[in-house]
Every structure is written in structure tokens, then in C-alpha cells.
């Protein structure tokens, strides 16, 4: 068998191979033999018809069909013997098939690039520091008795306190004529929503059951923006009566296992303060691998990136109860639209991967004995368990090689703090 192999990219190569027809007797040997226990021929029982005829009377078709097994075998075969490893899905192109003569075709597969590794030590990235605030605090236990709120009809809307509006919503053209088709029923307006647009709320703030409010706003999406025009019909609103934060609030929203407000509010804060603390923690490893990442120049396989997108596919299906995508979900656009995000993800595993045999990190026995250890009892199964599934597990493995490389990076880099007063939402 005769290969040659061309490198048409970083990532991409092209295999051809030729294979002489004294090559291709064996099997197509096998070929026969396999197809011979289904024929059947007028004065033959089935299975009983002699090679010779078969060959003479299938033959030809015979040896097409096997051409993919053959051309499969033999790309398989030279990767072994060349320890190359192929990624993704090879492409089998330019077939030609001289029955009696040769079999010529052609492969094209895509391979990971060869990562040359440039800055990853000394890098300078920022770690963002938030000190929380009372205010904080108070917004989240505010959020709480939102959550446990109760509602009271009312027909009006008063200056006074939270209010939530159900109204018919109907789309107007520019002469304020109804849109057909265009009726949103029952949608529900909550006028202490900050993303509510400013327009709806001014309109609704004197809002009385039974009245209509016309109203014009803008909505942003991405780099656009779109006008809207719309009636708003009033069929119900209701007051919200926010519980009050004392011992009894906790008690329920806690099932008990907190019985004063004090201890509550201290709870809180620490859960918020282990919140940034894990939130300023990210800041440093998204900066340092985004530093990374910009530093180096590398090819990334289409492969590499499809694969990526695929998992983001499958965590939508994994969403939904039926483990399939939402009805009317564009698949299409979902994958353009996080491509970039994915192509950046796929160059960053290439770069850590390198970084990893660069720098010989690596997983010991020891290491998952003593996670299985302390995870054991958190998990509520035995360590024996538990160690046995780590061992057998490449995500386990991962997850602390990512740990190492991490704490490698960080100790290396040049750290400062920034104080943030006003995170983002």
C-alpha cells in the first residue's frame, strides 16, 4: 500500500493511498465469504452456492461495497502505524476504483495544532474585591419577602407601596390602529421591576382596573433597537403586602433551622462574603486565561470548536423535562451565535493541555484516595466507593489537574487587587 501525506494547514492533512489490485484480493476474500451464506440461486439450498459463481455473478458489486471497509481499515491502520491522531470526522474524497487494477482515494482529517508555548508566567491581571454592604444585605432580604409576599386586590394603583398589573397587551401601528394577530393576554407587570421600561411605568403608576393606556418605548436588543406602540387593557391589580423580617419570617423561610433575625442577618452576610469571595476568585482565573489565551497563536480545528458547540446543545436539551431542545428553538443560530465563545474555549484547551505536559502535572493514586476521602461522607456513599468511581472517572482526573494548573498560574502572576463599590447585576 502506497501513502502520501500532505499537510494542507496547521490542523488539516490529506491523506492518499493506493492500494494494488494484489493488496485488494484478501479483502475482497473476505467479502465474498461474508455476502456467500445469503445468496441464493435456482438448484443451490441457500448458502451452498459455489464461490466461483458468486464472484461471477456479484462479484463487481461485491468489491464496491467493500471499498468504505477497506478505505476505512487502511486510514486506520496507518494512523496506528504512524501515531498520528486524527480528531474529529475524516473525509473520504477523489475515489477510484480500477477493478482487476488499484483502488485510489483520498482522506482529508484534522489534527490538533502544535501549540508552541510563548507568556504564561509573570502575567498581570487584576482580582476584584467587593466589601458588602448593608444595603446589600437589605436588598436581599427584601428579595426574600418578595418571594413570600401576598397579594391584595385593589382597583387602583396608590403612590404607596409595590403593585403588580395583569393586562391584555395589543400592538398598534404608527396611526394607533390594533395589529392583527398582535394581542398578548393576561401579561403581568410588576411596577418595582427595574428592567421594566420607564414608559411602561410611568403609564401604569395611576393605573385603574377597566382603563386602557397607550404607550410608545424603545427596546434594546444587542446592537438594535426595536420602537413598540401598544394598548394596555387593565383587568386586575393587586397590592403587594411584603411579611415582615422578624423571627417568625425566618423561622418559616429557613424551616427552622434559623430562629432569629439576628443570627439570619449574619448568616446572610457571610453567604454574601463567600459569594464575592468565590466571584473575585473567577475574576482572577478568566483574567489570567484570557491573558493567556491572547498571547498565543494558534490554529484552532473546526472539529475542536463543533464538538464544543455540541456540548452547549446537549446542556439545552439536559434543561428541558423531555431532554430535547424547546419548541421553536433555532439551532442554527444558536451555534453562530456562541461560535466565537466556543473557539475561544477549544484554544484554551489546547493551550492547557500544554501547558500541563510542559509543566509534567499530573493525578497520583493518593490524590483521589484523599478526595474520596473527604467527599465520602458528603456524598453519603463508602470511600472504597467512591475512590473506585474517581479512578475510573477522566472528569475527576480533570477537575484537579485544572486545580494544579490554576494554582500554578496564580502563583506565578502578578496579582492586584481592585475594590469594586458597585458590582453588576
Not at 499537510?7 to 492533512?13: A, F, G, K, R, T
Not at 426595536?226 to 418559616?252: G, Q, W, Y
Request: aromatic fraction near 8%; charged fraction near 35%; glycine fraction near 4%.
Amino acid at each position: 500500500m502506497d501513502v502520501t501525506i500532505n499537510n494542507l494547514s496547521d490542523v488539516q492533512c490529506e491523506a492518499e493511498f493506493v492500494l494494488t489490485d494484489a493488496e485488494l484480493q484478501p479483502h475482497f476474500e473476505q467479502a465474498y465469504k461474508k455476502f456467500a451464506p445469503k445468496v441464493e440461486i435456482k438448484g443451490f439450498r441457500k448458502g451452498k452456492v459455489p464461490l466461483p459463481m458468486i464472484k461471477k455473478i456479484y462479484g463487481e458489486a461485491i468489491e464496491h461495497d467493500a471499498l468504505d471497509d477497506i478505505a476505512n481499515e487502511s486510514f486506520r491502520s496507518t494512523m496506528t502505524e504512524r501515531n498520528i491522531e486524527p480528531i474529529g470526522r475524516p473525509t473520504m474524497t477523489d475515489i477510484d476504483f480500477k477493478r482487476g487494477e488499484q483502488f485510489r482515494f483520498k482522506v482529508t482529517y484534522e489534527i490538533k495544532p502544535s501549540v508552541v508555548l510563548t507568556k504564561y508566567k509573570g502575567i498581570t491581571v487584576e482580582k476584584p474585591i467587593h466589601h458588602v454592604t448593608e444595603v446589600e444585605v437589605n436588598a436581599e432580604i427584601e428579595r426574600l419577602q418578595r418571594a413570600n409576599s401576598t397579594m391584595l386586590p385593589v382597583t387602583l394603583v396608590r403612590d404607596e407601596g409595590d403593585h403588580q398589573i395583569t393586562a391584555d397587551v395589543q400592538e398598534l401601528d404608527e396611526t394607533g390602529t390594533p395589529l392583527i394577530g398582535k394581542k398578548t393576554k393576561d401579561a403581568r407587570f410588576y411596577l418595582a421591576d427595574e428592567t421594566l421600561a420607564p414608559e411602561i411605568r410611568d403609564a401604569l403608576k395611576k393605573a385603574e382596573v377597566g382603563a386602557e393606556y397607550k404607550v410608545r418605548f424603545e427596546s434594546q436588543h444587542g446592537d438594535h433597537s426595536h420602537k413598540h406602540h401598544v394598548a394596555l387593557a387593565v383587568k386586575k391589580i393587586e397590592k403587594v403586602e411584603l411579611p415582615d423580617f422578624d423571627d417568625a419570617f425566618v423561622k418559616k423561610v429557613t424551616d427552622e433551622k434559623v430562629t432569629t433575625k439576628e443570627e439570619f442577618l449574619q448568616n446572610m452576610r457571610k453567604d454574601l462574603e463567600a459569594y464575592w469571595a468565590d466571584q473575585s476568585e473567577r475574576g482572577v482565573t478568566d483574567g489570567l486565561i484570557r491573558e493567556i489565551v491572547q498571547a498565543h497563536d494558534v490554529t484552532v480545528p473546526e472539529s475542536l470548536v463543533n464538538a464544543y458547540l455540541d456540548t452547549y446543545v446537549e446542556d439545552v436539551k439536559g434543561r428541558s423535562r423531555d431532554k430535547s431542545l424547546p419548541k421553536g428553538f433555532d439551532e442554527k443560530k444558536f451555534r453562530d451565535e456562541n461560535r466565537g465563545y466556543a473557539a475561544y474555549q477549544a484554544k484554551w484547551g489546547l493551550i492547557r493541555e500544554r501547558i500541563i505536559a510542559e509543566e509534567h502535572l499530573s493525578v497520583a493514586d493518593e490524590e483521589l484516595e484523599k478526595l474520596a476521602d473527604s467527599e465520602a461522607p458528603l456524598i453519603g456513599v463508602s470511600k472504597e466507593q467512591l475512590l473506585q468511581y474517581y479512578k475510573g472517572s477522566g472528569s475527576t482526573t480533570e477537575r484537579l489537574l485544572t486545580t494544579k494548573l490554576m494554582t500554578l498560574l496564580k502563583t506565578n502572576a502578578h496579582i492586584t487587587e481592585k475594590v469594586i463599590d458597585e458590582p453588576a447585576h
